[in-house]
């Protein structure tokens, strides 16, 4: 594929991010403001929670093989690989649980998503040389050296780093990926999804309104 190609899909594997990032930011807001509409949000999250999970990691998973296979001279540096092993794993194992609609796979996947989120937070740092790369870094590639970045820059050739615009970079998709998934996997179950209008009258074991 030509450079403007894959800079592109770069591009578009980007916003993907955003979105999910996005999605992880108003799932939190959901549970920490009390509210019919968030309870009904999460009520109709929760129903879903493991199929879209599964869609997040597998959509990391694909798009990492892509870069992979046809992006030109890019060879995935060590921490690249570390967060490739969680997310891999996470797309196998959430598709599993999605297909068995078995919940207890958050006993399983939410410790991978945490560690992943983890490893993508230290290469995030490395990036912007908040932290030093280990000598290990430099056997394959670069750690600190990000190979595409999307809406923004970040240059470090005059030994300072300059930055511009929202830079995001194959770790910053990782993060925004293991983000949305721990977002899902912690979404809350109902314990009374119907009534969810306050105003509503609950209804007693028989089946009747209690209000008289």
Known sequence: MSYDSISTLHDVFAVLAIIAMA???????????????SVRFLDALYRVQLPLAALVAITATSGSLFMSEFGEHWIPCRWCWFQRIFMYSLAVVLLVAAIRRDRGVKWFAVPLAVI??????????????????SSACFTVQSCANPWRVSFGTLDFSTGTLVTSGMPITLAVMAFCGFAAILALL?????LNPEPLDPHQ???DQDGQSSAS
């Open 23 to 37: 999605g992880a930011v108003l799932m939190v807001a959901a549970r920490l403001i009390p509210s019919v509409a």
């Open 116 to 133: 992943g989120i983890c490893t993508s937070l230290w290469h995030i740092l490395i990036e912007h040389r908040v932290v030093e790369e």
């Open 186 to 190: 912690l979404t809350p179950e109902p």
């Open 201 to 203: 009258p609950e209804a």
